[in-house]
């Protein structure tokens, strides 16, 4: 039942965190990559083997002959506080970028053609056609008409 829950609650951190981010204002963005990071690592803690146990630490290796299976694995605790460090690292750097951004807009700069800018205040009216991909799938339509039988065109 407890695991129901908890796989519950992630989805719901997770789509949470789907919505934010697909919005388009900076600060939402950047607390739904941090709910993001930790519906993940509550992903990783909830698929972890949770278990009273002893803590993984010998303090002589040599004269220990006992069952190691008694020992709690540190592995999921690992990763979640390193997943924990790299999302820190990401959101920074992700802040200094809009820091930097906004910097350059507030003096008159500007350091991108603001095409692609996911950060942008609007979407793009329009999406510009690439001939190219038009062309591709064309052929590839095409040749999955030549390749069916007559009868079924």
Same mark, same amino acid.
């Given at each position: /039942?407890?695991?129901?829950?908890? $796989?519950?609650? *992630?989805?719901?951190? /997770?789509?949470?965190?789907? +919505? ?8 939402? /963005? ?13 992903? &990783? ?33 690992? &990763?979640?506080?390193?997943?924990? *460090? ?9 802040? $200094? ?27 793009? $009216?329009?999406?510009? @056609?690439?001939?190219?991909? +038009? ?6 339509? &095409? &040749? ?7 009868? @079924? @065109?």
């Amino acid at each position: /039942m407890i695991a129901l829950v908890f $796989a519950g609650l *992630v989805a719901v951190l /997770m789509a949470s965190a789907t +919505y934010l981010i697909l919005q388009r204002h900076a600060v939402r /963005m950047v607390l739904g990559l941090g709910l993001f990071t930790h519906a993940v690592n509550l992903l &990783l803690f909830g698929t972890s083997v949770s278990h009273r146990g002893l803590p993984p630490i010998i303090a002589d290796k040599a004269a220990f002959n006992g069952d190691i299976s008694q020992f709690v694995d540190p592995l999921p605790q690992a &990763l979640i506080l390193t997943a924990i *460090v790299i999302s820190f690292g990401i959101v920074a750097f992700l802040i $200094a970028l809009l820091h930097r951004r906004n910097s350059l807009e507030a003096i008159g700069e500007s350091c991108t053609d603001r095409r692609n800018d996911p950060f942008a205040k609007q979407a793009p $009216a329009t999406l510009e @056609r690439e001939e190219e991909d +038009y062309e591709w799938l064309e052929d590839v339509v &095409l &040749l999955k008409q030549l390749d069916k039988p007559k009868g @079924r @065109r």
